[in-house]
């Protein structure tokens, strides 16, 4: 209920203190999930002129998308990796792959954006999706499930990637997530295309 709130305080705080890469992060990640791609683009944008995340960080966000196959989703937990990755991708790296904040599936606008930016097929109708933050249920699960299912039979033309943190309980389907270094990747889908991590590490 107090994230529309929340989105206004970044947007005042992003033209308040434009030399702050904080602010440009919260402008980011809440522009992401409201589906408001002109505010994120911006943002990302601006995080590269405003450095905030460390060597680090960026040189493990680099990591996933080398390592990830050709055309991936990848599904993530947590702002501060998904607006790392996101920033990487805004300056043109890996664009070919699609990032997902797990938390976020359960916001509508999120979901919606899913579809109407990458094509991305749900396992619901709009209807149930602006029901979504009223039912009280955790759907993530449910649309990784799809996707996996989709990808298994090759009709999702995508390979399905996760990242070690997410919390996997829930997941069912076809085919096995089988670590490769950096993730997880949906096995008998586009994992065979994926670097090989050691390369991937020395490239970093």
Known sequence: ????????????????????????????????????VAAETEALRRLREVPLFSDAQVALARLWLDALPPRAIFVL??????????????????????????????????????????GLPLPFTDAVIDSLDDEGEYWGARVINHWRALSHAGTLDRGLAISTTVDSDGFEGPGIFRGNGAHLVLVDTAAAAAPAPVAVWRRV
Do not use: N
């Open 77 to 118: 937990p947590g702002e501060v990796d998904y607006v790392t990755l996101r920033m990487l991708q805004e300056a043109g790296e890996r664009t070919d792959a699609i990032i997902v904040e797990s938390a976020a599936l359960e916001i509508p606008e999120y979901v919606k954006a899913l579809r109407s930016r990458h």
């Open 1 to 36: 209920a107090r994230r529309p709130l929340a989105a206004d305080f970044a947007d005042r705080l992003a033209r308040c203190a434009p030399a702050s890469g904080d602010a440009w992060y919260g402008k980011a990640w809440h522009a992401a999930r409201r589906a408001d």
